[in-house]
């Protein structure tokens, strides 16, 4: 495993324990389907969020939350959207995707935006 894959680890796991202490329940990490991967699956009191996790160390080519851009938040719509139909078929769960922002190594200035983009 490469240094900018374990960081991309300690980073999903920093976005994990930072939602699991604000109240949210780990459903699933790392789905991956032919339309891309969604990083982390979550259950808020109702809700199905789907979470994309994004570390930057530098700004050089923008923040963490400005890289999940419009193409990036399609592929996560359509791998939401195959998670849903195995696994919610009724669509009775409500949903929405959330990102989790990360500037610094030390994952100690984290940035939650609920409902970060809507389908």
């Known amino acids: 495993m490469d240094a900018r894959h374990l960081r991309g680890r300690a980073a999903e796991q920093a976005a994990c324990d930072y939602l699991q202490k604000k109240g949210l329940s780990l459903i699933a990490r790392n789905v991956r389907s ?6 982390l699956v979550m259950r808020d009191a109702g809700s199905l969020v ?18 999940v851009d419009t193409r990036k938040q399609q592929h996560l719509v359509n791998a939401a959207s195959l998670y849903i139909q195995r696994h ?7 949903t929405r995707f959330d990102v989790i922002a990360m500037e610094d ?3 100690s200035n984290i940035e939650w935006i609920k409902n970060a983009f809507g389908v």
């Not at 570390?55 to 890289?67: D, I, L, M, P, V």
């Not at 919610?88 to 409500?94: L, S, V």
């Open 88 to 94: 919610d078929p009724a669509g009775k769960m409500a």
């Open 34 to 39: 032919r339309n891309g991967e969604i990083d």
């Open 105 to 107: 190594e030390t994952h």
């Open 50 to 67: 789907f979470v994309e996790v994004r570390y930057r160390g530098n700004k050089r080519f923008g923040t963490a939350a400005e890289s």
